[in-house]
Every structure is written in C-alpha cells, then in structure tokens.
C-alpha cells in the first residue's frame, strides 16, 4: 500500500447547490437564483410504511438535524393516534430539541460564518474558515467546539446516541430521565452560559463594521412565520403558527394542524427546492421568512431573563436584514441553555409516566415544530391499517427559499460587476444564503465535494463565468 | 486511547462502509496475537458517524491515535488505500464548503492541535466504492472486498493497541 494514489475523499455534503446570475445587456445583474439540485424523495417512499415507523425514517433525512425531524413526526404520529402525551415527556422532548436548537446554530455560527466576521468577508479563503478562526481567536473557535458539544452531549444522553436518537417516539419518549442524567446536564451549563455571553458580547463588538452587508443581506419587506405560544415567548415545541409583516404587525395566527389553509407550495423547474408562500398573497408575492430571525421578531420576549436582555437590544436593530440571523442564533442559543436549565428543574421532570399508548384513531396527523432553521411541518395521512398514504414534509430551508432567492439577487446586485466572479463577490453572495443556514443535509449524499456552483449568464444564456466550490 | 472513527451514510450504499466496518469491529472485537481481544480493550473507543463535525476536534486531541474509515470515489470498486495522516503531508487547507457542515480528518487534526496543543497519529482507509444511491446493501467489489479490509483493519487496531495491552 506504498503506491501514491491521489483519492477523491467522499464527503458529506449537504446536496448540491448552484447559484444563478444573470446579465442584462448592459452588464449588470438582472435576476438570479439558488438551485437545489438533487431529489430526496422522502415523501414518496415512506408510502405503505406503517406509521409507527415514521420517527425513526424520518430522522434519516437529516445528519445534522435529525431531532427536528424526529420531534415533528413524533408530533404528527401523537396525532394520528389522537393522544395528549405526558407532561414530564413534554418536558424532555423540549429538552431534546433546544439541545439540538444549540448544537445546530454553534455550527452555523461558530463554524460556518465566525470566519466571516472575525476575519473578513474579503479575507483568503485559505484562512476564512474554523481552522483560522482557530488561529486567529483561539477563544472564539474553542467556545464553538464546547458549545457543539454540549449540545451533542444531551441529545446523546437523553437519547442514546448523537445521530438518529430512537428515544423520542409516537405517544412520548421511550425512558424517562434519570438524577444522574439531570444533574450532569445541569453542571454542563454554567461553563455555556459563559460561553454564549461572552460569543454576544465579541460579536456585538464586530457586527457594526458590516453596515454595507447589514443593508444587502436580504433587507427587504416579508412577512415572518413561527410558531407561538399564549404567553407571546419563544416556542420551539408546540403552539400556534403566526405570520407578521415587515412592520412586525400581526397579518395572522392559526392552529398548526390549518397550515394549509395559509401555506402552499409552488415548484419551480430549476430547483428541487420548493417554494412555499402565503396564500392570501399568491405565489411569488406570498414570500415569508422562518428561523431565529423570524422568531425574535414574532415573540414578544424571549421567557428567560438573559435572553430577554438581549432581545432588548436585538429589537433596536433593523429587524428586516437577513445579517441578523447571526445575532438572532447567539441569542436561541442563550435561551435554549437558560431554557433547558429551567426544564431539568421541574418537579416532575424524573417522573417515569413517559408515554401515551394508542392505536391510529385518526387518518391524518399534523406535527409543527421549530427546527433550528425555522418552521417544520410534517403531515401524514394513513389507511384503516396504519399504512401511510401521503406524507408531506415542509422543511425550514424550504420556507425560506423565496427569500434566500431575493436575498442572492439583492446581494448580486450590490457587489457584481463587470463579466468575472471575484472572490470577494462570491463570498457575499454565499454568506447571505450562510446567514439562513440552509440544510441541504436533507438531500446528503457522496458525490463528492461540490456543495456550490456559481454560474454568471449573459442575457442569451451563455456562460460568461463560473465557479465551483 | 485509540479511536476508530467510521463515518458515512448507512442509506446511500457504499457510503455506509465506514460505519458498517466499524460497527461490526465493535461488536465483534479484533483477536490480537496474545489472546486478547480488542472489544476488551478500554483503550479503543468505537465512533460510527454519518459525517466528520467540529465536536471531534476535543477527543480527537485526547487519542493517541485516530484510525478514519470512509467510503471514496475512484476506478477501481472495492479497492482499499492507508494514507498516514502526517503533519508532512500537504493539504488544500479551504474550508470544505460554503455553507456545507462536515469536516475533513485533515482539518480535525490540524484544529486539534492548534487549540488543544496535541495532534494525534492518525490513518485514513478509503475504500472505493461502486454504487452510492439510495439503499443499504454494498456494491459486489465491496462486499468482496470486506474479509480483506476487515483483516487490515483488525491489525492495524492490534499494532496500535499492542503497547496498552496485559502481557500473557
């Protein structure tokens, strides 16, 4: 095995993506897309599948957020057998999904756009990535591997393992929590909540000199989407869906199980992304936002009062820049931490009544949680043997996709000029789609390492530029 | 402590070798030469993931050696290469994709000893794979090639935990 073979690794990239730009005559940036450009097909093969198994598939569709999977459809699955589960399992499903909320945007953070801001949107692309930050602000990269971790940790313990945890299941969890368990999660969570101050603290340092990407970013009028719940604070399990419009003005507010009276779905042929919108505005018009950003902008306080300092602050910004996804996510996360703190404190958290049993009693079923990157809707329709009939998933990054669309032409726009992609220019129009996190893990696959292509058309078609990354 | 890392997707064919193999060595341990069996080893810790993320760089730094297993793209189906993951070897040091989550070995390594001061003597196995659309069975090649690797892998594991092991 001494021979020199040059190896193309397979890696674990989140679909295959590509972005569009297109030219007018005169040179300048006419219209441009963001393509998904591989098919999952989830929705079709889990037909026939007997319902009971939907958690554990559904957590398939993802490596990176299989818990917001599994929650939705666990959700839906209580419906079908039209039960009301435990509170202590409430309790810990909540547990499980801000665990999840947490180690999510620590990626999406720490990870994926902390180079950006520490280094510059202009830097080399050599260093504008963790393993620089890592370099350049030791602290800063550290806090986000500790913070990943925690996060890891909790969904591992509660669930027995980090990826695809089967402990959530239709009716509960499968095992209740024990003092062993609670008590290490609750010594984890002084050492985070340091962490995740003093992350808010750096980054309200440094946010301020991107006042040209603050203003490009997606900054435009949408209605924003979340779920709520009656005392108007940050909801990620359960509650009622509510739209508001830039103004941050109530539009309207349904149960989660009526999504579809509001909410379809329009396809477009060059992207296997579907694009939901509002009904009552029509497709594209109906264009709306989910995720961190939306949610900071729907509540009217976050519930705990680290968090709800910070919302303080949030609000004095322009709410209608994409840019403050950054600053929405390091907030959730000093929420889910206080959150799961007060969680593991309830008094029956340890309880062992986990679990509802029930056959289907019901032909459809309906789950809506919030999933790091937004709204998540599963929705399932089953025969009189528990056989499901129909599935339809709408997933955050698809809610989003309208925007993220507008947002990489806003962004065009601004920074694209002349006939080459520069790197600084292909840098922002990626960081914008960045700062919503798109998953496209629910398309995860091994065709190796392309996870963008940016393609610059000239009002013909043809391919002026193009890079691959 | 040795750490042997399979990473990949267990529902896209091929993709799931990694996790396959090492699920498999830790259920059924690696007999060494003086009897022992690596199950019993304390000093080995089994990782089945489905994608490399930055969490690892913690206990990566504390391994005194990573042993990676990894599906790859390639001519020659069920063919398996070792690299030594080595400080000498050069690597395009670019983050492994815009807006895309996984990590690279090379990158864990790297990051693990610039924030933790200690990087590990790591391998890295890839095995070719055929097919990698959706499902759970291997390709033939692979299945062929699974008694090889399973057999390098199990010497590899003996080689690098010989040192730890009770003398009989």
């Known amino acids: ?35 998904v450009t591989q098919l999952r097909g989830f929705e079709k093969f889990v037909e026939g599948r007997p319902f009971q198994e939907m958690p554990s598939l559904m957590a398939r569709i993802c490596g990176i957020c299989p818990v917001s999977h599994l929650m939705a459809s666990s959700k839906a699955c209580d419906a079908l057998m039209r039960v009301n589960i435990p509170r202590p399992a409430v309790h810990l499903r909540r547990i499980m999904n801000l665990a999840q ?37 030791p602290q800063l990269a550290l806090g986000g591997v500790q913070m990943r971790k925690f996060g890891q940790q909790i969904i591992e313990m509660l669930g027995g393992k980090r990826i695809h945890p089967g402990w ?23 050492d985070v909540l340091t962490i995740a101050q003093n992350t808010l603290t750096w980054y309200k340092q440094v946010f301020e000199r991107y006042q040209e990407e603050i203003d490009s970013f997606a900054n435009f009028p949408s209605l924003f989407l979340a779920l709520v719940n009656d005392e108007e604070t940050l909801e990620m399990y359960d509650g009622k869906l509510r739209f508001i419009d830039s103004e941050m003005n109530l539009v309207t ?36 936002r989910v995720g961190p950003l939306a949610r900071l902008n729907i509540v009217q306080r976050c519930g705990t009062p680290l968090a709800d300092e910070e919302l303080v602050e949030f609000r004095k910004l322009d709410r209608n820049s994409s840019f403050h996804f950054h600053y929405a996510r390091l907030i959730e996360i000093l929420y889910s931490i ?62 989003n996709n309208l925007a993220m669309n507008r947002g990489v032409l806003q962004v065009a726009q601004r920074f694209i000029t002349g006939l080459q992609i520069t790197d600084g220019m292909l840098n922002r129009v990626e960081a914008v789609i960045r700062a919503f996190d798109p998953c496209l893990s629910c398309s995860t696959h091994a065709i190796g390492q392309m996870p963008l292509q940016i393609q610059l058309l000239a009002p013909d078609g043809a391919v002026i530029d193009e890079v691959k990354r | ?47 089945v993931l489905r994608q490399l993320t930055p969490e690892l760089i913690e206990s990566i730094s504390f391994a005194q050696t990573v042993i990676f297993i990894d599906a790859a793209l390639g001519n020659r189906p069920g063919e398996f290469f070792l690299r030594e993951l080595s400080p000498a070897i050069p690597y395009n040091k670019e983050a492994p994709g815009a807006f895309s989550h996984f990590a690279s070995p090379i990158n864990l390594l790297e990051t693990a000893e610039s924030l933790y001061g200690r990087r590990p003597i790591a391998y890295l196995y890839s095995i070719t ?28 594991i003996a080689l690098c935990t010989s040192s730890a092991l009770p003398k009989r």
Not at chain 1, 378 to 385: A, L, M
Request: aromatic share 6%; hydrophobic share 40%.
């Open chain 1, 101 to 137: 909320i947490v180690q999510s945007h620590a990626l999406s953070f720490f990870y994926l756009s902390s180079p950006d801001l520490l280094l510059g949107m202009d830097a080399p692309p050599e260093q504008r990535n963790l393993f620089g930050v890592a370099q350049a602000n």
């Open chain 2, 129 to 156: 794979g055929l097919n990698f659309d959706l499902g759970s069975s291997f390709s033939a090649p692979v299945e062929a090639a699974l008694p090889q690797l399973l057999g390098k892998l199990k010497s590899r």
């Open chain 1, 338 to 399: 206080e959150k799961i703190q007060q969680l593991l404190n309830e008094p029956d958290i340890l309880d062992t009544r986990i679990r509802a049993h029930a056959s289907p009693n019901r032909h459809h079923g309906i789950g809506v949680s919030e999933a790091p990157r937004g709204t998540l809707i599963h929705h399932y329709e089953i025969n009189d043997d528990g056989l499901i009939t129909r599935a339809n998933l709408i997933i955050a990054t698809g809610h």
């Open chain 1, 253 to 288: 507010e349904i149960a989660a199980r009526d999504y579809e009276s509001v909410i379809a779905e329009a396809v477009e042929p060059s992207s296997y992304l579907k694009s939901p919108y509002f009904k009552p505005l029509g497709y594209p018009d109906g264009i709306y």
């Open chain 2, 1 to 47: 402590m040795i750490l042997v890392i399979g990473y990949g997707n267990s529902l896209c064919g091929d993709d799931g070798i990694g996790p396959y193999v090492v699920e498999w060595l830790a259920a059924n341990g690696a007999t060494l030469e003086n009897g022992a069996t690596v199950e019993h080893v304390e000093a080995v810790e089994y990782l």
């Open chain 1, 1 to 35: 095995m001494s021979r020199e073979i040059v190896i193309d690794p397979v890696t674990r990239i989140e679909g295959h993506s590509k972005i569009t730009i297109q030219l007018d005559d005169t040179g300048n940036v006419q219209d441009a897309h963001f393509h």
């Open chain 1, 168 to 190: 959530v299941v239709p009716g509960g969890v499968s095992e209740p929590l024990s003092s062993d368990k609670r008590d290490a999660i609750l010594k984890m969570i002084p």
